[in-house]
């Protein structure tokens, strides 16, 4: 049975931050590229942050990059968005994204048909 359980959600004002995490059972997390995917009501989900297994390759939607960063830590299964200078556009549900048939080593998922696992989704909210 594989888990992703996220925390960190909630509501923040414009420029601020916000950091999200999920923990992954433990022996689906080594070995695979995992990142983040946010979706909004009417809009397909999309991928806009992952890492790959060996943790030395990115991958950010052109909306997020220099703003988000993921990170991952093997020691405790879990993975890690800080998302800074928030915009109101970042509002969304973001979900922990799992492949675990990640095209090797090097290869951060860029695509939802990748994705074999999702967390429960958090809400994240940037409104004053």
């Known amino acids: 049975q594989v888990e992703l359980v996220e925390s960190g959600g909630g509501l923040v004002e414009p420029g601020g931050s916000l950091r999200l995490s999920c923990t992954v059972s433990?022996?689906?997390?080594?070995?695979?590229?995992i990142g983040w995917a946010r979706q909004v009501p009417g809009k397909e989900r999309e991928i806009v942050a992952s890492?790959?297994?060996?943790?030395?390759?990115?991958y950010y939607s052109d909306s997020v990059k220099g703003r988000f960063t993921i990170s991952r830590d093997d020691a405790k299964a879990s993975v890690y968005l800080q998302m800074d200078s928030l915009k109101p556009e970042d509002t969304a549900i973001y979900y922990c994204?799992?492949?675990?048939?990640?095209?090797?080593?090097?290869?951060?998922?860029?695509?939802?048909?990748?994705?074999?696992?999702w967390g429960q989704g958090s809400q994240v909210t940037v409104s004053s």
């Open positions: 994204a799992l492949d675990i048939h990640s095209l090797g080593p090097y290869y951060a998922t860029r695509t939802v048909a990748d994705v074999d696992y």
């Open positions: 890492i790959s297994w060996r943790g030395d390759h990115t």
């Open positions: 433990r022996r689906f997390f080594s070995l695979n590229a």
